[in-house]
């Protein structure tokens, strides 16, 4: 590939609404489940995001996120002294947003993309049931707030 060509095929990479986002939202959507996405509002602008539970979901893609990465980072041939500081960066920026929704009470769910392609109706199900937990943990601090007052 030319310079060029490589330049035009990076370019077209989105980082919202990619192909993973739309097929676990759709799955979502089918459940039953009402969600943001991409919201501003919430830190790291998580691909779905559901304020009510504070619950932040990330649609992380193998290469980008660094899925595997001790067994991977050698397989990249070219440019390496740009794309394994990257990748590393990115892995390091998922921790550090990781870290501040965690500190202001929200579950953080990360999800690789060969899970949502291999069985997006599992990776939902899933959601699902920490979505449920969730409902019940602050109905329970609610019921205990008002039992103090």
């Given at each position: 590939?030319?310079?060029?060509?490589r330049?035009?095929c990076?370019s077209?990479?989105?980082g919202?609404?990619?192909?993973?986002?739309?097929?676990?939202?759709r799955?979502l959507?089918h459940?039953g489940?009402?969600f943001?996405k991409n919201?501003k509002?919430?830190?790291?602008?998580?691909?779905?995001?559901?304020?009510?539970?504070?619950?932040a979901?990330?649609?992380d893609?193998?290469f980008?996120?660094?899925?595997?990465?001790?067994n991977?980072?050698d397989?990249?041939k070219s440019?390496?002294d740009?794309?394994?500081?990257?990748i590393?960066?990115?892995?390091?920026?998922?921790?550090e947003?990781?870290?501040?929704?965690e500190?202001?009470?929200?579950?953080?769910?990360?999800?690789?993309?060969?899970?949502?392609?291999?069985?997006p109706?599992?990776v939902s199900?899933?959601i699902?049931?920490?979505?449920a937990e969730?409902?019940v943990?602050?109905?329970?601090?609610?019921?205990d707030?008002?039992?103090?007052?």
């Amino acid at each position: 590939m030319t310079e060029e060509q490589r330049s035009y095929c990076m370019s077209r990479i989105r980082g919202r609404d990619t192909s993973i986002e739309r097929i676990l939202s759709r799955s979502l959507w089918h459940r039953g489940l009402r969600f943001r996405k991409n919201s501003k509002a919430v830190y790291g602008h998580p691909d779905i995001s559901i304020r009510k539970y504070r619950i932040a979901i990330f649609c992380d893609g193998d290469f980008w996120h660094g899925y595997d990465w001790e067994n991977r980072k050698d397989s990249i041939k070219s440019h390496r002294d740009y794309w394994i500081p990257k990748i590393e960066r990115n892995m390091q920026k998922d921790v550090e947003v990781n870290h501040v929704l965690e500190s202001m009470g929200y579950t953080v769910i990360r999800v690789w993309e060969h899970e949502i392609r291999q069985s997006p109706e599992d990776v939902s199900a899933m959601i699902e049931r920490i979505i449920a937990e969730r409902k019940v943990t602050m109905q329970r601090r609610r019921e205990d707030r008002s039992r103090q007052a």
